[in-house]
């Protein structure tokens, strides 16, 4: 393995200098862009519930070669992130993988490519794409380099998931509670009325709720707006009855 490129980038100053996971991809792209002077086009894919999504771009027609692949369900850069693989394309009019596409990259000057999977075999993997307008484009590239590139992807891209998990869960949580809370009051409204203890009480809610064909939290939510005249913590899209 060479040494990487004095011209890596401190991922830490790009995280620090980057106020989204989008502007610091674009930061990276940009990077693999200066790393691969011989390239004219970089991209990074990422694929979410099956679909993927160019989240950045630098240069000439990496959208355009990206969106040919998603079109088609298949290329390279698709390869490279739901295998997990590296993907080299030495010449794409000898190619015979990908159906049509090797023929359209070359329709657009572009005759070879590169794709380095990122956060391979994960909820959100993705693929850096170089692409080069000439056969074996990346004949001189320091290919180390562009690999620690999406391995410093793999982990903003890890990092930004957490996130973006321990967020919906936070709100989740906060559903459940309010939700709790809703049908806890709706349970004392009715233990009041009724005379009968929680239990009971719960399970007129329930059959109400059935009955209705309505979920339990906005039974309850109705109940105790009509008699309180307003929604209940939580509840502020729920109009009071006039």
């Known amino acids: 393995m060479t040494d990487p490129s004095p011209g890596l980038p401190d991922v830490t100053s790009l995280l620090l200098s980057t106020e989204s996971l989008e502007q610091f991809l674009h930061a990276l792209t940009e990077s693999a862009l200066t790393l691969t002077p011989t390239a004219h086009g970089a991209g990074i894919t990422l694929e979410r519930q099956h679909r993927p999504l160019t989240v950045a771009s630098a240069g000439a027609n990496a959208c355009d070669l990206d969106e040919a692949q998603y079109g088609q369900d298949d290329g390279p850069c698709l390869q490279a ?3 997990g693989e590296e993907v080299m394309v030495c010449d794409m009019l000898a190619e015979q993988r ?26 959100t993997a993705g693929a850096l794409n170089l692409y080069f307008p000439e056969p074996h484009g990346f004949a001189h590239v ?21 996130i973006a ?17 809703v049908i806890d009051q709706a349970i004392g409204v009715i233990m009041g009325q ?3 203890p929680a239990h009971e009480a719960f399970d007129l809610l329930r059959r109400a709720s059935q009955r209705r064909n309505v ?21 502020g899209t729920l109009r009071p009855r006039p």
């Open 81 to 83: 992130l739901r295998k």
């Open 142 to 162: 320091d290919l180390d380099s562009l690999r620690m590139l999406a391995a410093q992807a793999t982990g903003a891209v890890a990092v930004a998931q957490r």
């Open 98 to 123: 990908w159906g049509s596409y090797p023929a359209y990259a070359a329709s657009f000057g572009t005759h070879s490519s590169v794709s380095l999977p990122i956060a391979a075999h994960t909820h």
């Open 215 to 235: 979920k339990l939290r906005d039974l309850c939510t109705e109940l105790i707006t009509s008699i309180g005249g307003s929604p209940p913590p939580g509840n």
């Open 165 to 181: 998990d321990t967020r919906q869960y936070a709100a989740d949580l906060q559903t459940a509670m309010e939700s709790r809370s």
């Open 194 to 196: 009724q005379r009968c």
